[in-house]
């Protein structure tokens, strides 16, 4: 049982480009998140989804989309990535509002 | 909105002593779910255990425990006979019952076991 998986591990991006985190998870889960952590700070909800085909923002939207077409999968797009937006990204997942269960984290660095 | 703040950025105890890990909460609901999650240097976020605020029984899991006091809202983390395994930042979270949009985090307590 692989849980949450959040492909790429680490990413570098130049100013201005694009590029999508993907995340899957084999739980059958129907509530999805994408966090951001930035140094020194707790983590914050960018987007969420409460099943296929919903979609919500949360508290940093800003930059970001999200689309979620299956039960699994709910990947993150950057367009135009700014420096500001060097962070470690976080997939959860829960079944409704238990605990959530994470990936490993991307680590992204905008330069 | 909800809001969790852990007063320690540091904490630092000695291999097989007993530390606490402090977090207050702000909210004006009555039922919501706490949480404690640790996150070791290899970044995965692991949860260490979970309180639900209409329990009044504190919640243990083996060697951690939690002192839940809802009416001052606090929720506390015990790690008792500290291992050097334990080292790593806790985050405290919180979660409205029926709420979709996920957890409210703390900004974590680094903490250190000294062997």
Known sequence: ?111 | AQTVTQSQPEMSVQEAETVTLSCTYDTSESDYYLFWYKQPPSRQMILVIRQEAYKQQNATENRFSVNFQKAAKSFSLKISDSQLGDAAMYFCAYRSRGGADGLTFGKGTHLIIQP
Not at chain 1, 15 to 27: E, F, K, N, P, R
Not at chain 1, 46 to 57: C, L
Not at chain 1, 92 to 101: D, G, K, V
Request: aromatic share 12%; proline share 5%.
């Open chain 1, 1 to 111: 049982n692989a849980g949450v998986t959040q492909t790429p591990k680490f990413r570098i991006l130049k100013i201005g480009q694009s590029m999508t985190l993907q995340c899957t998870q084999d739980m059958n889960h129907n509530y999805m998140y994408w966090y951001r952590q930035d140094p020194g700070m707790g983590l914050k909800l960018i987007y969420y989804s409460v099943g296929a085909g919903i979609t919500d923002k949360g508290e940093v939207p800003n930059g970001y989309n999200v689309s979620r077409s299956t039960t699994e999968d709910f990947p993150l797009r950057l367009e135009l990535a700014a420096p500001s937006q060097t962070s470690v990204y976080f997939c959860a997942s829960s079944y409704q509002e238990t605990e959530a269960f994470f990936g490993q984290g991307t680590r992204l660095t905008v330069v």
